[in-house]
Structure formats: structure tokens, C-alpha cells
């Protein structure tokens, strides 16, 4: 009598006992699974609990598989009472109806743990991907809560997401449409023309920008839009130019594009502008290299450093990039954001006809969640990297979209978040020169930068903040080597959170040594 039966007692593999006896199976021949395990595939959607899938020699074919995934004869639990027992065999002993048994209070998994660990090994990461790290803030806000978690009070002012809420009309545009027939379809890729339209009004009433609906494209968010564009118009081994410290989004779009980055230094020496002579000098060295620089990015009101647009520098660079072949892409997320008169586009201004700008929902109107954006320029310049885009995305939700419209639409919100913004502004100041930081006055935007005391990095003082007055400041070192002395704080902070942060900070000493 062969054995394997539950916990060493012997099995008849044909001895069957009740009135539901189902006839003799012939075992499984040339590895393929017999009738026995053809019986147990028709229980399948009998199981009272989950079969166990382990790598084997013998594969139970569980009606093509648990999620695609080979079953196993091992101990499958059916109503009827069967057992199936190890190595191909089927013993069914009639044991009554079957009773519901306690769920197990930790659920055995249907993959096991190890395996994913063993099979994690082999997996092939390409050099893209290894050549990155992942983003900052990803890591620090994850620090941040496990802080938090461990009942740390932490007052973030690090992270520029903003905590003002949107417009009442624009939230209500979202619950209406969220409620209207097709509003969970798929929606146009280049969205519903009344979005295109409101967007070409916002552009030209408050830019005094005038641009054909053909040469906007709207996004999830203006981030994307760095990938897409350098997709677009970057091939492996051409060369970008990237502000230091500028946003690191544009050096790992550059890289995952097979592009090399090229930094510019961003001083107070040259007013945190690029200077046409620099520029050529780095676009030399790089093509000397065989990577021809294709694309500048330039950011105005520029993160982190606060510099306001210089329209006369700005134009100066226009030439140069015109005169080289580069295209210059835009990025214009603080247009709106304390910055006195009109705001600015770099669209606006002589020679930038074949220039790419990118704006966004998330800074000025507050609606960073909601992921609206769009790019701007030339058709002949954004089609490209509309190609690449329709690949990835399938349109923009509809009620976003009715939103984003709204928004576009108003101008009251803006104003009197700007009023908040400028008290959180000067309390960032003065808590920052009680840490004997030197800050540049004239400082436009959604941040305050600060060169830090002697003795100090931006990484050393960012971190004795966070472990003795439990205060997160953004180190500047995250935005290039440029950054190394400075601090980005971040005005995304009640004025009360700011005041306490400040009354923490004059309540410890600190010392670099």
C-alpha cells in the first residue's frame, strides 16, 4: 500500500467510500496530469481554501492555473470532502459534508516569499534604470513618516506642495463632473476642446501670449513633460544643458533618454542667469566629445534660488540658442507666485517663436493632486513630443478637465493666496536668519533661498535640524553642486507651523563641530 496520505497514513489511491464515488483513474503518464487530476481540476471552483503552488517536478494544471500560475496535487481541500495527496496520487476518503473551517490569522501567501527573493536575483534592470537613484523627496518624505510613526512631531519645510485649497468653483466643477454620463470613458489625447481653448485664453489674456490651439498640448502634470521632450528630441549620446542648482527632473529625463546633462553654474556673480559666452563654451567642449548639445532648459521664476525672469539675459540666450541650433524649453510653474506685474513667458519675448514652455496647474492654482498641465509652442516643435506622449497616456480625466477650465478661467484665488504666501515668506526669513543664514532679498516664487552660516553644508544643516528641533529645511545640495551651502525652505506651511519651527530653532544650540 504506497504511502503519502495525510501525516504518513496510508493511502488506497482507488479505495473510495459514499454514494458519490466517481470511477477508477489511471495515474499521470509522460509528465502530463492523469485522470485524477483532470477530477480535481473540475472541483476547482469548489476549494474551500487556497491551493498551495511550490516549484515541482509534478504540476497539477488547476484549469489553466490560480492567476495563470501551475497548480500542484498537494493537500487541495474540496466541499465534497476529498483529499488530494502528494506525488500525482488521489485518495478521497468521505469524511461527511464539509465544515467551515477558521480562516487562518495569517493567510499563507499564494506565491511563496522566498521564491519572488531567489526570482528577484535574475531579473535584468537596465542601465537607465541602475544609472538613476530614486527621487529625494520620494525617500525623505518616507523618512519623514516613519518619524512621524515613531511620534515625532515634524514640521515639513521642505516639500513645495501646496496647502492652500483651489477655488470653490473649481472643486465644485469636479463633483458636477464627476456625476455626468462618459464622465469614466476614455477622454481625446490632446483633451476636450474646451480645455485646449481655455488654456490659449489663460496664455494670451495673462501672459499676452497668442498661440494656436494646435501648438498646445495638455498633460498629466507639467513633470511628464520633461521625459516626453527629451524622448523627443534628444537621441542617444546628444548632450542638455541643465541649470545647477536647477530642478533634478531635467538631468534624469536627460539620462533616461540616453542623453548626457551638462550643467550651468547658476551664481549670485552672474544674477543667477546663464551667460550666452558659458553657454557656448560648454556646448563646445561637448561636441568636441561627439554629444551635440540639442536642448537648454531654463526655469524662470527660477527653483530654488528665487531669481526673478531678466527679459534683456533672456533674450541674449534666445539669440544664442537660435544661433546654435539648440531648442530652449521653458519650465513656468511660479509664474503666478509673488511676482509683482504681469507674469512672465519666456514665449513673450523677441527670437522665442521656436522655444517650448511648460506650465502647470499645481503651483499657482493650487492643484497639484489633480496633475494638470500642458506644453506650449510651435506645432511643429511640441508634435514630436505629443507621439511620444500618446504612447503612455489615454487622455485626461473628464471632471479634471471641466476643472482645470474653470481655473483657467478666473482670476480671484490667486491674489489672496499670494497675501498668505508673503506673511509665510517673511516668517521663513527671519527663522532663517536666526539660524545665521544670509538671504538674498527680492526673492519671487513658492521658496526662500539661503546660503548657510560658515562651517556648515546645506546636507549638515538640514540634518541637525531634523534630528534636534525635528524641522525638515530641503538641503540645496538635492538641486546641484552649486547648492552645496544653502538651504531651500519651502512657504507650503501654515504661518502658525512656521512661527513654531522658529521658536524651536532658538530653543537649541547648534554647532557644526
Known amino acids: ?59 497539477f494544471p488547476v484549469q489553466g492555473g490560480v492567476d ?13 470532502g476529498s483529499r488530494g495527496a502528494g506525488d500525482g496520487a488521489l485518495a478521497r476518503r468521505y469524511r461527511g459534508p464539509a465544515r467551515a473551517r477558521r480562516p487562518a490569522r495569517h493567510p499563507r501567501p499564494l506565491w511563496p516569499g522566498p521564491n519572488l527573493r531567489r526570482m528577484s536575483r ?16 520620494a525617500g525623505k518624505l518616507a523618512e519623514i513618516r516613519r518619524r512621524v510613526a515613531e511620534g515625532q512631531d515634524i514640521i515639513n519645510l521642505g516639500v513645495g506642495i501646496p496647502d492652500l485649497s483651489p477655488a470653490d468653483a473649481v472643486v465644485d466643477a469636479v463633483r458636477r463632473g464627476a456625476g455626468e454620463e462618459g464622465a469614466f470613458r476614455y477622454q481625446p489625447y490632446r483633451g476636450i476642446p474646451a480645455l485646449t481653448a481655455a488654456m490659449a485664453e489663460h496664455l494670451c489674456r495673462d501672459f499676452g501670449v497668442e498661440v494656436p490651439v494646435e501648438g498646445i498640448v495638455p498633460l498629466l502634470g507639467s ?50 542667469h546663464p551667460e550666452p559666452a558659458a553657454l557656448e563654451a560648454l556646448a563646445a567642449a561637448s561636441e568636441a566629445q561627439g554629444q551635440p548639445v540639442r536642448l537648454l532648459w ?4 527660477h527653483m530654488p534660488t528665487g531669481e526673478a525672469p531678466d527679459p534683456d539675459r533672456l533674450t541674449a540666450v534666445i539669440a544664442w540658442a537660435n544661433a546654435r541650433g539648440v531648442l530652449i524649453v521653458h519650465d513656468n510653474p511660479y509664474a503666478r507666485i509673488l511676482n509683482p506685474g504681469k507674469p512672465f513667458s519666456l514665449l513673450s ?15 499657482g492654482h493650487r492643484m497639484s493632486g489633480a496633475r494638470i498641465g500642458f506644453a506650449v509652442g510651435a506645432p511643429e516643435a511640441v508634435a514630436p513630443m505629443f507621439r511620444i506622449a500618446s504612447q503612455f497616456a489615454s487622455g485626461m480625466w473628464r471632471p479634471l478637465q471641466d476643472a482645470a477650465v474653470e ?24 527663522l532663517l536668519e536666526a539660524l545665521g543664514c544670509t538671504v538674498r532679498p527680492g526673492q519671487v516664487g513658492l521658496f526662500l533661498w539661503a546660503r548657510v552660516p560658515d562651517g556648515w553644508t546645506g546636507d549638515t544643516l538640514s540634518d541637525a535640524l531634523l534630528d534636534r528641533a525635528h524641522v525638515f529645511i530641503t538641503p540645496g545640495q538635492v538641486f546641484g553642486r552649486q547648492g552645496d551651502l544653502h538651504l531651500r525652505l519651502s512657504l507650503c506651511t501654515p504661518l502658525d507651523r512656521i512661527r513654531e519651527a522658529h521658536q524651536r530653532i532658538e530653543s537649541i544650540a547648534l554647532s557644526p563641530s
Open 122 to 137: 535574475d531579473v535584468h534592470i537596465s542601465e537607465r534604470a541602475a544609472g538613476l537613484t530614486a527621487y529625494y523627496f
Open 407 to 430: 481655473a483657467l478661467t478666473r482670476s480671484d484665488g490667486i491674489d489672496p493666496a499670494n497675501a498668505e504666501y508673503a506673511v509665510r515668506q517673511a516668517a521663513g526669513r527671519a
Open 68 to 80: 495563470g500560475h501551475p497548480g500542484t496535487p498537494l493537500r487541495i481541500r474540496v466541499r465534497d
Open 298 to 301: 531654463l526655469n524662470y521664476p
Open 349 to 363: 519675448l523677441p527670437g522665442a517663436e521656436r522655444a517650448v514652455e511648460l506650465h502647470t496647474l499645481s503651483k
Open 1 to 59: 500500500m504506497p504511502r503519502g496520505g495525510h501525516r504518513g497514513r496510508p493511502v488506497q489511491p482507488h479505495a473510495v467510500h459514499g454514494p458519490d464515488a466517481p470511477p477508477q483513474r489511471g495515474p499521470a503518464r509522460d509528465g502530463r496530469p492523469g485522470d485524477d487530476h483532470a477530477h480535481l481540476a473540475a472541483q476547482v471552483g469548489k476549494f474551500e481554501w487556497g491551493a498551495v503552488l511550490p516549484h515541482g517536478p509534478r504540476h
Open 223 to 272: 513633470k511628464e513633460a520633461c521625459g516626453f521632450l527629451s524622448l523627443a528630441h534628444l537621441d542617444p549620446g546628444d548632450a542638455a544643458l541643465v541649470p545647477d542648482p536647477g530642478y533634478p527632473t531635467y538631468t534624469a529625463a536627460t539620462r533616461l533618454a540616453g542623453g548626457h546633462p551638462v550643467p550651468y553654474a547658476l551664481t549670485e556673480d552672474n544674477g543667477h
